[in-house]
Structure formats: structure tokens, C-alpha cells
């Protein structure tokens, strides 16, 4: 009964590929989030939808591009990935704004 | 966002209450008090949040001073699998969380 689920777990890529993950919520939630985890360990916000609407778009390379098929889904497209795309990407989901419930992330590392 | 210090570690022996204490001195009266933790390899977990008013869920309870200034997240009988990061946040309802660096909290066996 995974809430919030992400696929892949891990991703291995090379400089300069495209790459996508993708985030599954059954929890009927209307938003949901995508936040980055570097290696520093800090987590920040990249982007927020609420009802396939985007709502947050913080400062993140055009590279990265979120898309919401249906309030349920919540994936992030990488285009030409570079060295410092390498984190944990995290999806989220909420009804109530601030409690948001986690998926167990995306390890990514660009070789 | 007000902004909230904690500190960098903490110790807990198992079985005992973890208290983690929170400094939010510049908390505006509509901003809440939220707590997440997150586990090693994990995402974050929502835990507990709170306004005014002390609350107590299943996992904590959360003691906010009369002044608002500062708060406590208590774990009652802390275990292995509490071992975490605890992120303390003040904000509005509408404002997005962001997260600092959070309190190191290491169950001891």
C-alpha cells in the first residue's frame, strides 16, 4: 500500500542524456512536489502542482521539466544532465498544504 | 519564513523521552510550528505541527511556549528506529517549507 511511490530508486547515467522519473501518489491528493537533496544534504523545493497546475517553479535550470498527466502523477524530465544533477530527488504529495508525505526518493548520479 | 534554530546534535538513551528543543523567536502570529524528521536513506516524515496550542499525536507531542519562541517535540519512549534528523519549521500555511539542517538525533542502544 505505497503512498507516494518513485521509480526509478537508483539512476545511472552518463553527461549530456535525457533521463525521466516518475512519481505515483494513491493517496487522492491535489498537489504534489518534486524536491532536490544534494550531497550537502539539504533539501530544497524545485517545483509544486496542484490539480496538473503548476504553482511553484523555483530557480531551476529549464533543463528540468516537471509533467502532471493527471493529479496522481507528477513526473520530472532531465534533459543533457550535467555533473551536478547528481542528488536524491524527492516527490511529494499533500491535501493540506504543509503536511506533505514523501516518496522514498531517486538517487541519481551523473557520470 | 521566521527563522528556527536547533541544535546540530542530540544523544537519547532508547526507552527514554527524546525532547528536541526549537528556537523560532521571530514567529509571526499566522506562521505554525511544523516538524519532520527523516530516517537515513529515507524521505522526509511528516510529524507533528501546532499554532498556539500544545498537540500530541501517535508519534509526538509538540509543546509550544506561551510566547511562542520556542518549542519542544517530544518522543515518549524513544527506540532504535527513532535515530533521525528533525527539521523544525515556522510558517505560513500558504508558504512553501523549506528545510535547514535540522537536529542529528542518536538513539542510544
Known amino acids: 500500500d505505497t503512498a507516494v511511490s518513485q521509480t526509478p530508486k537508483y539512476l545511472v547515467t552518463q553527461m549530456g542524456n535525457d533521463k525521466s522519473i516518475k512519481c505515483e501518489q494513491n493517496?487522492?491528493?491535489?498537489?504534489m512536489y518534486w524536491y532536490k537533496q544534494d550531497s550537502k544534504k539539504f533539501l530544497k523545493i524545485m517545483f509544486s502542482?496542484?490539480?496538473?497546475?503548476?504553482?511553484i517553479n523555483e530557480t531551476v535550470p529549464n533543463r528540468f521539466s516537471p509533467k502532471s498527466p493527471d493529479k496522481a502523477h507528477l513526473n520530472l524530465h532531465i534533459n543533457s544532465l550535467e555533473l551536478g544533477d547528481s542528488a536524491v530527488y524527492f516527490c511529494?504529495?499533500?491535501?493540506?498544504?504543509?503536511?506533505?508525505?514523501f516518496g522514498p526518493g531517486t538517487r541519481l548520479t551523473v557520470l | 519564513d521566521a527563522k528556527t534554530t536547533q541544535p546540530t546534535s542530540m544523544d537519547c538513551a532508547e526507552g527514554r523521552a527524546a525532547n528536541l528543543p526549537c528556537n523560532h523567536s521571530t514567529i509571526s502570529g499566522n506562521e505554525y510550528v511544523y516538524w519532520y524528521r527523516q530516517i537515513h536513506s529515507q524521505g522526509p516524515q511528516y510529524i507533528i505541527h501546532g499554532l498556539k496550542n500544545n498537540e500530541t499525536n501517535e508519534m509526538a507531542s509538540l509543546i509550544i511556549t506561551e510566547d511562542r519562541k520556542s518549542s519542544t517535540l517530544i518522543l515518549p519512549h524513544a527506540t532504535l528506529r527513532d535515530t533521525a534528523v528533525y527539521y523544525c519549521?515556522?510558517?505560513?500555511?500558504?508558504?512553501?517549507?523549506?528545510f535547514g539542517k535540522g537536529t542529528r538525533l542518536h538513539i542510544l542502544p
Open positions: 519549521i515556522a510558517l505560513n500555511r500558504d508558504d512553501k517549507i523549506i
Open positions: 511529494a504529495s499533500s491535501q493540506v498544504k504543509n503536511t506533505q508525505y
Open positions: 502542482y496542484n490539480n496538473k497546475e503548476l504553482i
Open positions: 493517496l487522492g491528493h491535489d498537489t
